[in-house]
């Protein structure tokens, strides 16, 4: 049986790695794996390595998107740039950029993207960047869009930071259809943030779980993600057992009453 396979880039989140992302998806998202054939995720390593220094101390956890309270990998942790605070990138964002531009060269067309915590902020601005890459000229290739906009982004527990380039990227409302997740309980992306990057979405979708700051992996969640990768302009039901309403615009920041998975 031949099928057309979605290629989905993997962003993962601030003092994590690919391998690390790709074990949490592989490991709790596996029945997409075994279910879709026709779904291929992608998952590449930020290109700054995170030293003692740029790791939050306990008492700042919260702040920082993407550090979780895991063991420290045997792997270097990365991210895809550095931050004094949750909303201004300080430092790495040009080199992640120009790393990225290498990716989308060499490794063929991307369907969609799929980030987190800090990869999802990454995942909008890569999405706003191929809409309109004259934003960004360094991102041209001989003048000329190296990619095609996206089909869909997925941001999972996503902001949008505020910093002149960040910012400039994902203002005014891009466009590619973009799915935003987030977490009731989660305390480091709280609604009130992820409003910042849902509010400049123009064909955004919101859905919330009663869970904290990680992928939603209960079964309902496993097929809703596959079935929004294949068809993600379609009427695809809500992991919540809802009917889809619609645009972000059409929404409120928060439900008025909380929808559970």
């Not at 645009?247 to 409120?252: K, L, N, Q």
Request: hydrophobic share 35%; proline share 10%; charged share 20%.
């Amino acid at each position: 049986m031949s099928f057309v396979q979605k290629r989905v880039l993997c962003l993962h989140g601030y003092s994590q790695n690919a391998s690390m992302l790709s074990k949490k998806i592989y490991q709790q998202l596996a029945a997409v794996q075994l279910q879709c054939p026709d779904i291929e995720m992608i998952f590449f390593d930020a290109p700054h390595i995170l030293q003692p220094v740029d790791l939050p101390a306990p008492s700042q956890m919260g702040y920082f998107a993407g550090f979780d309270s895991e063991p420290p990998p045997k792997e270097p942790q990365r991210g895809w740039w550095k931050t004094q605070n949750v909303h201004v990138i300080t430092a790495g964002l040009e080199v992640t950029l120009a790393s990225l531009k290498d990716i989308l060269k060499k490794r063929g067309k991307f369907d969609g993207v799929l980030g987190f915590s800090q990869g999802a902020v990454l995942a909008a601005l890569l999405s706003g960047l191929l809409e309109k890459p004259q934003m960004y000229p360094s991102f041209l290739e001989d003048g000329k869009a190296l990619h095609p906009p996206f089909e869909f982004c997925i941001c999972v527990a996503g902001y949008k930071p505020l910093d002149p380039l960040g910012a400039s990227l994902v203002t005014p409302d891009f466009k590619t259809p973009t799915l935003h997740i987030l977490g009731h309980n989660d305390i480091v992306v709280t609604p009130e943030r992820a409003q910042s990057l849902i509010d400049v979405s123009f064909n955004g979708r919101v859905e919330y779980h009663d869970g904290g700051h990680f992928i939603p992996t209960k079964t309902a969640w496993r097929k809703f993600l596959a079935d929004y990768i294949r068809n993600p302009t379609g009427d695809v039901p809500s992991p919540n057992g809802a009917k889809h309403h619609g645009s972000a615009d059409s929404r409120p920041s928060t439900p008025s009453t909380p929808i559970l998975d």
